[in-house]
């Protein structure tokens, strides 16, 4: 199991960007699969982005793709998701998961280790 800490969200204008981090405060992210994650107010959490252990393979959500890239840094047990060209539909708290399958994963039960999330407000 590992526990973890996300970091880097806040309020900013449509069309410009953040830099979310997810550290492992807890354990390591050794062989785990990485995911982001987002839920809006009054709806649904919705898979954002994910990526494999190696770093070698990512996924995004259609929603973001070409906007956001999910990144990581296994040395120092850190995954990044850097989104740009934000929109007010991005408005979120996003959330890291984390999951021992060795795969590109996009469902939340996949996922068995969880954020507390940090919250993107993109304004208008």
């Known amino acids: 199991q590992v526990q973890l800490v996300e970091s880097g969200g806040g309020l900013v204008q449509a069309g410009g960007s953040l830099r979310l981090s997810c550290a492992a405060s807890r354990g390591t992210f050794s062989g785990y699969t990485m995911g982001w994650f987002r839920q809006a107010p009054g709806k649904e959490r919705e898979f954002v982005a994910t990526i494999t252990w190696s770093g070698d393979s990512t996924f995004y959500a259609d929603s973001v793709k070409g906007r956001f890239t999910i990144t990581r840094d296994n040395a120092k047990n850190t995954v990044s998701l850097q989104m740009n060209s934000l929109k007010p539909e991005d408005t979120a708290v996003y959330y890291c998961?984390?999951?021992?399958?060795?795969?590109?994963?996009?469902?939340?039960?996949?996922?068995?280790?969880w954020g507390q999330g940090t919250q993107v407000t993109v304004s208008s």
């Open positions: 998961a984390a999951s021992r399958t060795p795969a590109l994963l996009t469902k939340q039960y996949e996922y068995h280790d």
